[in-house]
């Protein structure tokens, strides 16, 4: 890579963006020249207190005081098609959304209600779902998009009081596996981040001191790459936090394959658990054709499932 990366021309959507994570990735972005909408539904982050654009009103203010170009937007992520239109009519296209915004609801299992089971999903999953379908019409038509959606630790390996906002979390990456399959073909980049970061949410599970050397802004660099026309990856997740950052991807093992030709018993597992449950000489599937692999080999059969479409070269779009 040589010279700096900047996004002229380029024109964002960030969810969330009127605190922590959100605004420091407007910040940055706008700082290299990307117009930005500031969304943010000014709420707790519990969900409630809703409907006040301040939050977002306050960051985009900054933006422009630093000569940068932002309007706000308070819709709530479930009305994405709403915050896509913010960003059409100011700027006639969207180039990049990040998917940021969230609630929690912490309660054990046991105790856990509907509606906080409910509440989370929607914001999280189905926020994100709706904000990414509202653009990807105009991505496709522009041959041009990148997406970036948060999920989190929790998401991928689990934490007490927090089933609802577990599964949300991990059902984001799944919708991110797809979309970085569908949108290859048109230019469109689908990526995952797994942040650590000061932020209200972080704020009620870390203490202040460690707190204070989780800053937001050392996320949002590998955030922003990911959001650049030069960035190879798609359908990828990262962690990333306190000036780290990682790719994450699954690994499995390396398996025991039975005789499909007969039946084998629940002793049969057992005595080759060790292959089952064994990652020497294991594998690390990327999609449906290399998941699947192994399974028809067994069978006697080469899987015949056509590959994903390449991403097309940013230089042709």
Not at 295 to 313: D, V
Request: glycine letters at 12%; aromatic letters at 8%.
């Amino acid at each position: 890579m040589n010279g700096k990366l900047d996004y002229d021309g380029r024109v964002a959507v960030i969810t969330g963006a009127g605190n922590g994570l959100g605004r420091s990735h407007a910040l940055l972005l706008a700082s290299r020249g990307a117009r930005v909408v500031v969304n943010d539904l000014g709420g707790e982050i519990s969900g409630e207190g809703t409907g006040s654009a301040e939050a977002a009103d306050a960051v985009a203010a900054e933006i422009r005081a630093a000569g940068g170009d932002a309007i706000a937007d308070a819709h709530n992520v479930l009305d994405g098609d709403r915050i896509v239109e913010t960003a059409l009519d100011a700027y006639g296209r969207v180039d990049i959304l990040i998917c940021n915004a969230g609630i929690l609801r912490d309660r054990s299992f046991r105790k856990m209600s509907d509606a906080e089971w409910r509440d989370v999903v929607e914001v999280h999953l189905h926020g994100s779902y709706k904000t990414a379908r509202a653009a990807w019409p105009a991505m496709s038509e522009q041959g041009y998009g990148r997406l970036v959606f948060t999920t989190s630790a929790a998401g991928l390996y689990g934490n007490f009081g927090q089933a609802n906002y577990s599964a949300a979390k991990l059902g984001t990456y799944g919708l991110v596996r797809s979309l970085a399959v569908e949108g290859a073909a048109k230019n469109i980049r689908a990526n995952c981040i797994a942040p650590l970061a000061a932020s209200r949410m972080a704020g009620t599970v870390f203490s202040d001191e460690m707190m204070a050397k989780m800053q937001p802004d050392a996320v949002s660099p590998l955030v922003a790459y990911l959001c650049h026309e030069d960035c190879p990856v798609n359908g990828a997740l990262f962690e990333v936090g306190g000036g780290w950052a990682a790719q994450v991807r699954w690994e499995r093992a390396a398996g025991a394959a039975f005789d499909p030709s007969a039946p084998h018993s629940i002793e049969d597992v057992a005595r080759r658990w060790c292959e089952v449950t064994g990652f020497d000489g294991g594998d690390h599937p990327d999609d449906v054709a290399s998941c699947f692999a192994p399974f028809a080999r067994n069978l006697g059969f080469e899987l015949a499932i056509a590959p994903a479409p390449k991403s097309k070269n940013p230089q042709e779009s």
